[in-house]
């Protein structure tokens, strides 16, 4: 029998107890003395954050990067409030999320949108900017040397324009925002990894979807750490989990570009989509209790808003 490989031990994972404990995790590198964050979810996961460097007996001022996947607010909402904390720190980011951390008021606004203005401020409270000059643009395939540490960088578009994936080699884990999917921990065992495909607004693309999954795989990595929830190992299982989900979204979004307007589009996705995840856990032996399928609205509701937006999008352009 193989060997299981073991998770790099100075990669700590941090829940941020985003909506509640499990839904979305952080991550701190140790390097020697020297630190960077991965991800940095919401203002008010921010005390977890520098809790955690304190925990390890260091100073903020040994955090050397803040990087964020891509600019959604449980990915990137705490970026101003963690770097004024880690003074010096870069923030590293996508070129086109770069400019929505640097001036966040049209992505505030899209956000109220898609929440509502009580419900965004329950979740993100105030966003505040990154001062130019200290966001770095990371380019496509670009390596950040970071002591015996390389990070690549990698455009992995699907779930939005603005997303990377980085693949940091000596330890071969990739942490890969939501490119990856939704694993959480509470739904499923190590055996039974329950992992789905998000879907979110509005730069769903099922294509490049595909293509980011192939990226991910192809690195190597022996782990994927994923922003909801936690490292996985087993990425090419697991890919075949994701594209299977992929196919039956898109499969729900085809079918509802008969419905007159988005808001039926809306319902009929929920519909289906709560039915695609119902049945794939009994097809993955995972029993959804009651409570884990409640757990699951948000996903579901989310999930079909990005499958009906992008319906209405194609109508549009008939």
Known sequence: MKQKTKFDSSIYTIDCEYVESGVAAAYLIQEGDRLCF???NTNYAIPKLLAKVSDLGLSLDNVDYC???HV???HAGGSGLLMQHCK???L?????????????TRLIESSKTVYGEDVFKQLYGDIIPVPESRVRIMQDEEILAWGNR?????YTRGHANHHFCIYESFSKVIFTGDAFGIAYPSIGDEDHRFIFPTTTPTDYDVKEAYKSLDKIVNTGADFACLTHFGAVDNLSELKKDLVYGYKEMQKIAEASLTLKDQEAMQSYCEIQIRKFLYDFAETKEVSLSIKQKNFLENDIRLNASGLAFWANREKERV
């Not at 590293?92 to 966040?104: N, T, V």
């Not at 390389?150 to 990698?154: D, E, N, Q, W, Y």
């Open 67 to 69: 990087m964020i996947t």
């Open 88 to 90: 010096n720190a870069s």
């Open 150 to 154: 390389r990070f690549t960088f990698l």
């Open 72 to 74: 959604h607010l449980d």
């Open 38 to 40: 991965i991800e940095n």
């Open 92 to 104: 590293l980011a996508h070129p086109k999320a770069a400019r929505h951390i640097i001036h966040p």
